[in-house]
């Protein structure tokens, strides 16, 4: 497994991190930010932020663009120290240990809080793979300058830990969410494998009941998990289960819900009857027990759910999750077909934004004020206006 390199992080000083984040504050409205927008949002005396961009450079936590203008902008690794950084100030963690799973659009990694608690760290990566859906949706966010990996792998952090939390509160089966920063997700670890790995249960029928029990209640709740497989349920050494893996999830009122549901249900069934049964068979001499308990198990079908819709939508917004969130992720996850004017509501949302970045009282004000379509003066206001919570930052 790979280690994710933080040693650098020690050795580097806060007006480097005081660049990075200028850098950062400038994707907002430049997919590649000038570098004299970089040096005038980090406001360094007798430019020093060019020094301190090369710096940034040799440990490739910037990358460097001349193509159109001397310009920077984020490396995964930049991001990934932001948020880093970030959550050791709080003392969430105090260590970053090694790599325990790729996901298709993460990286896992094990972490290690001050008493030596072993947590879970996810680094969402949306873009490294949908990034030409992402594209294709342009048009969706024509009125906006730059949308980018940035503020959809934050957004897809936030919805995973919102819904972490809420689930967690109603007694879901799923890992502790503690914290979140940028694109970036600290959960408990949970002790066991993916169901993917799993080649012999005690219990396949009760596993497969309890699973299928999990998917019926979140419909209840109104909800589909829409990625409910082998890879997204773990198990312990005694049989139980956690799921996990939640920026897909969507409402039961999605229009597409029936088919999300009735697509996680027979992802279930089917891995069951092929993992289970060609066990069985060997084991039992031919007899094919597990064909017949799978068959036994009602496949529930999603018209007969007693759905409570909206159920969950005071947690996710105490998260900081809200509706405009969930629409917005939705038509980047799923590839929805969707296409939905928001460009009348542009003001509206400005005045939104700017209202939030003056009541920010986190520890980055830029990371509240995603996808401002601001020109440079006033990117350069709000970076000034935040200059204390960046000196606060270390
Ligand atoms: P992705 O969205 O990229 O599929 P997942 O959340 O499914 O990411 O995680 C990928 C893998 O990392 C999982 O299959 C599992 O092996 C491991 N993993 C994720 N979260 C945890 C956790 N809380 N405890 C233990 N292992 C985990
Ligand atoms: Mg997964």
């Not at 440990?59 to 959550?87: E, P």
């Not at 819904?163 to 002790?191: I, T, W, Y």
């Not at 039961?252 to 069951?272: L, P, Q």
């Amino acid at each position: 497994a790979m280690k994710l390199d933080v040693d650098a992080l020690r050795y580097l000083s806060k007006d480097d991190f005081r660049v990075l984040t200028a850098v950062e504050m400038g994707m907002r409205n430049h997919e590649i930010v000038p570098a004299e927008l970089v040096d005038r949002i980090a406001g360094l005396k007798h430019g020093g932020t060019y020094k301190v961009l090369k710096n940034l450079l040799k440990h490739k936590l910037v990358h460097h663009d001349s193509s159109k203008y001397d310009g920077f902008r984020l490396t995964y690794l930049g991001y990934d120290f932001l948020a880093i950084k970030a959550l050791v100030n709080r003392g969430v963690f105090a260590a970053v240990g090694r790599q325990i799973g790729v996901g298709k659009e993460s990286d896992i990694f094990e972490v290690a809080a001050e008493d030596g608690t072993i947590m879970v760290m996810k680094l969402h990566r949306l873009g490294r793979v949908s990034f030409r859906a992402v594209k294709s949706k342009r048009d969706y966010l024509k009125h906006r300058s730059s949308y980018n990996w940035l503020y959809l792998s934050r957004l897809a952090a936030l919805k995973e830990y919102a819904f972490m939390k809420a689930l967690g509160e109603h007694g879901f089966p799923v890992p502790d969410a503690v914290d979140c920063n940028r694109h970036c997700v600290v959960m408990s670890l949970v002790q066991g494998y993916p169901l993917v790995q799993v080649k012999q249960l005690q219990n396949p029928d009760e596993v497969l009941e309890t699973i299928v029990d999990l998917v019926v209640r979140l419909a209840e709740h109104g909800l589909i998990h829409c990625d409910f497989n082998e890879f997204n349920i773990m198990i312990d050494d005694n049989e139980q289960v956690t799921m996990i893996d939640f920026p897909q999830m969507v409402s039961v009122s999605h229009r597409n819900a029936k088919m999300y549901f009735d697509r996680d249900v027979e992802c279930i069934f089917k891995f069951f009857s092929k993992r289970f049964n060609l066990s069985y068979q060997e084991a039992e001499d031919g007899y094919d027990e597990t064909e017949t308990d799978v068959e036994e198990i009602e496949r529930p079908s999603f018209s007969s759910i007693a759905k409570t819709t909206g159920f969950l939508d005071k947690e996710l917004s105490a998260s900081g999750f809200t509706r405009k969130d969930q629409d917005d992720i939705e038509k980047f996850i799923e590839g929805g077909t969707e296409q939905k004017d928001t460009t009348s509501s542009d003001d509206d949302e400005l005045e939104d934004q700017e209202q939030t970045h003056i009541e920010a009282t986190d520890d980055s004000v830029a990371e509240n004020i995603d996808f401002l379509d601001l020109e440079d003066q006033k990117l350069e206001d709000a970076a000034a206006s935040c200059n204390v919570s960046i000196q606060n930052e270390d």
